[in-house]
């Protein structure tokens, strides 16, 4: 029985749709303090005082902590990764005499219940010095940090071929400037973290919702100078990551301190407006782009200038700008490109990688510029694509620019874009949809059709570890290094390891998200957890058996080749009673003598470091209809065709892909961070950000194509953001297409309901 | 400090409370109904639907005294005494309507609620009905379905549960 491939059910659900979850809201231990932290109020200030004293007083307290009561712990964390070309900064526990976004935490205060906290919270004395804050892209705006004068985090340029001499070249050049909001990952549960400090073990317990728990021992570790094996940490049940829970926030480590520091458990849960504040967001950037292409409209040269806003800190260094410079091709031949970018700290929140990671800004770019060439050259956009796609023969493809992590360039290792973008636009009927939304038009309906394409790096390495471990009573736990926020990783990881086990995904447990279950991990994080942790699992699982095959021909004193397996039971195929099961096997292998010819323990870990990232691809159809008189935007259809090679589960694949839609849709239409000139946050709640509801969604239809990726054991890609990439570019299209000549073109995301109204004809211009 | 008295899935339980102690937090942290999910805090998302005499409410936006002498029906309640899922959690599992859960009690107990008064749902009335409680995973199709599927079979099955 073959369990890769099947729409199997999910292991999980039972206990989610119970109520019988444990996320870390849900853990609460005996004697637990909970915390409430101060933030500063200001987007940029002088800490000049913080005084605990009245906050102290407040019955039900037990303490109040600033910067300088952490000591040595009191240190910048560590950015990862590194770059030669980046000047980082990152943030410590508390902020260290300077605030550098509204939101960042200066102090905290430890109380018997949440309430209390609170309460106390009001009565920390901070004495604020304000100073003037960057909230501008521009030069000449106020330091953010002393030693970097100008602002600029980092400067960047790829190139392949000469831009500047194919642009002089290129019979046609068209410029185009074009921008992008930021967002959030907004996941449905918050940031949240219990610390215990055993002093009888000396062992940290660290409870965390979190996508990263392996990084954060890392961290902690590193600030409170304790040894991994002193330091466990668990992501629980975690309601959704997107990138919101990917870097290591001065909670993971400031909450563990406490317990250490007061002896006692401590719960932190934040709210929805920390959240709001102090939750990391991304997208925001302004690319200038210039393109030269012939009549036909074959694109001859590419350059995009862009500036990135990376906030107060660069916890994740230059990994968002580096992805939409990198990726800026998309699954086009473009001979010459050039692709920079300057990334400017500013007074607001840390930008860090959310659900796409730079690449949603990446496909905007090239789709606009795609659109832009069709309708400069009197082409229809699918044609204009088609003619600019890599081949299936090309594979596997060099961009020519240099992938983010700098470990060579960016090599489209497998897809056949052409079949994928056919394939969509046959889903969707695009030649009569076309038909239908220009008769509509004609009616002085706004109705439009769009479309886009996208390549979407997956896989990243370094590695993911996989261990699958039977024990006495013949319980098979698999644990991986991979996270799951909702990914389905217990039921896709059994399938997977089910398969090399020869058994069911019934007889398997999949521990994720536990640093004591297993001892190096990375996480989940840009569509690696399938591609990455899964080839982890088959890897160990495949290496257990054959383990067990070894020990159960010594224990039944027969040659490997005459065993046969049924399930848990391997028996010598000439006298089925003669047989032994995997519990047994555990058993042997727990007192493991030399003679046996097998290590002791019946386990196995592996550990899957690919070669190169893995490129899924893709293309959505949309069609829209806008209301001219509320601007409302409504998606009446969306047909998406989809390949991220081997499918473990198309369920929870098509889950993925919906998922990534629906956040697509909103980061296009509804979602904006939006502050003020003094960087004050104007959008701090679920009124003022608009997340995407079921009547904002539209049902999709979707369409697999399955080319194996060559670079892992499985043949997968990943899928996890995908389905956010193209959204904004797709709807930007159908919304020019709706608009057609009457109207103004979309060169801005996300659009909101005054941006598009502001590119609405009149409404007395209404009828044709 | 106020006594409370409320019928919690059909049990009686009673606490001590502050006048401003939450319905969601009297019954995760008193009653240990973790089931019930704080998504946002000011009523926008849904996470802590319960239903109040019946009715889906928000138990971030409710006093636990509020609720004195109500009856309260959680997540914890819906699947039968056996163990066995209601028709509505069969159906979200079997059309894969939740990823991470943090939505999914909110979204169960306010479809259980409109459920047993709309036999025959159409996909926009469930659409409708849902676009208070927000979903960050699934993109809601899937959701929606299982709302559809759930209806489906709470009719073949006769009354609604």
Redesign the interface.
């Given at each position: 029985m073959k369990f890769v491939g099947d729409r199997y059910l999910r292991k999980e659900d039972p206990r989610l749709l119970t109520g019988r979850g444990q996320y870390v809201g849900d853990i609460g231990l005996p004697g637990m303090l909970h915390a409430a932290l101060v933030r500063s109020p200001h987007a940029h200030a002088r800490i000049v005082r913080v005084d605990g004293a009245r906050a102290r007083e407040h019955p039900g307290v037990v303490d109040v902590v600033s910067f300088l009561d952490l000591g040595s712990a009191g240190r910048p964390f560590p950015i990862v990764p590194p770059h030669p070309d980046l000047r980082g900064h990152n943030f410590s526990m508390l902020a260290d005499g300077r605030a550098r976004f509204v939101g960042e935490v200066v102090a905290v205060v430890v109380a018997d219940s949440r309430y209390t906290a609170e309460d106390a919270r009001e009565l920390v004395d901070v004495e604020y010095e304000p100073l003037p804050s960057a909230q501008t892209l521009a030069p000449g705006a106020p330091a953010v940090h002393d030693d970097v004068p100008d602002n600029l985090a980092g400067r960047v340029t790829l190139a392949r071929g000469d831009v500047e001499a194919a642009l002089r070249a290129a019979p046609r050049v068209v410029q185009i400037k074009l921008g992008i909001g930021r967002g959030g990952g907004q996941p449905m549960e918050t940031r949240g973290l219990v610390a215990d400090w055993n002093a009888a073990l000396g062992q940290l317990t660290v409870w965390a919702s979190s996508q990263v728990p392996h990084q954060i021992r890392q961290f902690i570790g590193d600030l409170l100078d304790l040894p991994p094996h002193q330091v466990r940490v668990v992501a629980p049940d975690v309601g959704g990551g997107f990138g919101a829970k990917l870097i290591v926030y001065p909670e993971d480590v400031l909450i563990p301190f406490l317990a250490r520091r007061l002896a006692r458990p401590v719960r932190w849960l934040e709210d929805r407006l920390e959240h709001m504040l102090a939750a990391t967001q991304e997208r925001e950037q302004e690319h200038d782009v210039t393109v030269g292409f012939d009549p036909t409209g074959r694109i001859l040269a590419l350059r995009d200038r862009f500036v990135h806003d990376t906030g107060a800190y660069t916890p994740r260094g230059l990994v968002v700008p580096l992805l939409t410079a990198s990726m800026l091709t998309g699954p086009y031949r473009i001979p010459a490109v050039l692709s920079s970018f300057e990334s400017r700290y500013t007074h607001r929140v840390p930008v860090t990688p959310y659900r796409g990671a730079g690449q949603p800004q990446a496909v905007f770019v090239i789709e606009r510029v795609l659109d832009l060439v069709a309708r400069e050259t009197g082409r229809e956009r699918a044609e204009v694509r088609l003619a600019n796609l890599v081949q299936p023969g090309d594979m596997p493809w060099d961009v020519g620019l240099p992938n983010y992590r700098a470990s060579g360039n960016v090599i489209l290792d497998s897809g056949d874009f052409p079949s994928v973008l056919r394939r969509a636009l046959e889903s969707a009927g695009y030649d009569a949809l076309r038909a239908e939304a220009a008769a509509a038009r004609a009616q002085g309906r706004l109705v439009g059709v769009g479309l886009a394409c996208y390549v979407e790096l997956t896989g990243v390495g370094p590695f993911e570890a996989g261990r699958v471990r039977v024990d006495a009573r013949g319980r098979i736990a698999v644990f991986t290094g991979a996270t799951t926020q909702g990914q389905s990783l217990e039921t896709t990881f059994a399938q997977v390891a089910a398969d090399e086990l020869g058994l069911t995904p019934d007889d398997v447990s999949v521990i994720a998200g536990d640093t004591g279950g297993i001892e190096h991990g990375i996480g989940s994080f840009a569509s690696r957890a399938a591609v990455v942790g899964g080839s982890a699992v088959a890897l160990a699982a495949r290496e257990l058996r054959a383990k067990a095959l070894v020990l159960a021909a010594r224990v039944l004193g027969v040659a490997e080749t005459e065993l046969q397996q049924t399930g848990a039971v391997f028996a010598d195929r000439r006298r089925l009673e003669r047989r032994v099961t995997f519990a047994e096997l555990a058993r042997a292998a727990a007192g493991a003598t030399a003679a046996l010819g097998v290590e002791p323990g019946l386990e196995s870990t592996r550990f899957f470091q690919p070669a190169d990232m893995t490129y899924s691809s893709g293309a959505h159809v949309a069609r829209v209809e806008i209301d001219p008189l509320s601007a409302r935007v409504t998606v009446t259809g969306y047909w998406i065709s989809h390949d991220s090679g081997r499918l473990i589960n198309p369920m929870v694949v098509e889950g993925q892909i919906q998922g990534g839609v629906a956040l697509g849709i909103g980061s296009a239409l509804l979602e904006e961070i939006v502050y003020d000139q003094d960087g004050q946050l104007l959008a701090g709640s679920y009124m003022d950000y608009l997340l995407p509801t079921a009547t904002d969604v539209p049902s999709m239809d979707i369409d697999h194509l399955e080319t194996l990726s060559p670079l892992n054991p499985l043949g997968i890609k990943g899928v996890g953001e995908s389905g956010a990439l193209p959204v904004p570019a797709v709807l930007a299209s159908a919304i020019d297409d709706a608009l057609g000549a009457r109207g103004g073109r979309v060169t801005r995301m996300p659009l909101g309901l005054a941006r598009l109204l502001a590119l609405l004809p009149p409404p007395d211009a209404g009828s044709p | 400090m106020h006594a409370v008295r409320l019928t919690v899935n059909g049990a009686e339980r009673q606490a001590r409370v502050?006048p401003?102690?939450l319905l969601a937090d009297l019954l995760?942290?008193e009653f240990g109904?973790?089931?019930?999910?704080?998504?946002?805090?000011?009523g926008?998302?849904g996470?802590c639907t319960v239903l109040v005499d019946g009715e889906p409410v928000r138990s971030c936006l409710l006093f636990a005294v509020q609720a004195n002498g109500c009856r309260v029906d959680?997540?914890?309640g819906?699947?039968g005494a056996d163990g066995a899922?209601h028709p509505l959690?069969e159906a979200?599992?079997?059309r894969?309507a939740?990823?991470?859960?943090?939505?999914?009690?909110g979204m169960?107990m306010t479809l259980t609620a409109y459920l047993r008064e709309h036999s025959s749902p159409t996909?926009s009335d469930?659409?409708?009905i849902?676009?208070?409680?927000?979903?960050?995973?699934?993109?809601?199709?899937?959701?929606?379905q299982a709302g559809l599927n759930a209806a489906a079979a709470l009719r073949a099955a006769g009354a609604p549960r």
């Open positions: - | 502050m401003r102690l995760r942290e109904l973790t089931g019930t999910h704080l998504g946002c805090e000011h926008a998302c996470a959680t997540v914890e819906l699947a899922l959690q979200f599992r079997a894969h939740l990823q991470c859960g943090f939505c999914t009690p169960l996909e469930i659409r409708e849902l676009s208070g409680n927000l979903c960050r995973c699934t993109g809601y199709q899937n959701i929606v």
